[in-house]
């Protein structure tokens, strides 16, 4: 994807520092972080612009907040993109970095969805969901929204009795769709 920075990013992301783009600048990026950059609004696509209008018409933060959704998700591309989306259409977002992270905070807060990655170090989407049906029942009720790269996806979340699933890469209003659902589930 290649993108002009508009403003200077902040942070850094695995083998990059965001710090080195500059302001003005036009770079090739991965899709992964040319969509945080995007819905950070620190750069625009200079080809690809489909992926550019479904973020920016993502609502900003004046909407009213949707619930609380925690996210599941070592890979900080897909951390960020996911958060930013979320937060944008006007849901609280919670992260966690694999499953043993994510039990520490459901024992703190009652999220109104949780949005799972399978493949995590620590404690994977599948031990995490076996550990959260041991909580009390209101923290083991919390849908979850399977989100993986895997390629029997589909099948994993059916097996995990997950409220729905999305593919890896996504789009932005697949996830949105997808959490809306869910949390009507």
């Known amino acids: 994807m290649r993108l002009t920075i508009i403003k200077r990013p902040a942070g850094d992301t695995p083998g990059m520092t965001l710090d080195q783009f500059e302001v003005g600048g036009t770079y090739e990026v991965g899709t992964q ?6 819905a950070a609004r620190c750069a625009k696509a200079v080809s690809g612009a489909a992926v550019a209008d479904v973020i920016a018409a993502s609502p900003g933060p004046a909407v009213a907040n949707r619930g609380v959704v925690l996210v599941v998700d070592d890979e900080p591309d897909a951390q960020r993109l996911t958060e930013t989306l ?10 966690a970095r694999h499953g043993k992270e994510a039990i520490t905070v459901l024992k703190d807060r009652c999220p ?12 994977n989407g599948w031990q995490f969901r076996a550990e959260q049906r041991h909580l009390s029942p209101r923290l083991a009720a919390i849908p979850v929204l399977v989100l993986s790269g895997e390629d029997d996806v589909s099948n994993q979340a059916a097996a995990l009795k997950a409220a729905g699933v999305v593919q890896k890469p996504f789009e932005p209003e697949a996830l949105l769709d997808a959490v809306r659902r869910a949390i009507k589930h």
């Open 33 to 38: 972080l040319g969509r945080v950059l995007i």
């Open 86 to 95: 979320l937060a944008r259409s006007g849901y609280h977002v919670v992260v």
């Open 112 to 123: 109104d969805l949780i949005v799972l990655d399978l493949n995590m170090p620590v404690m």
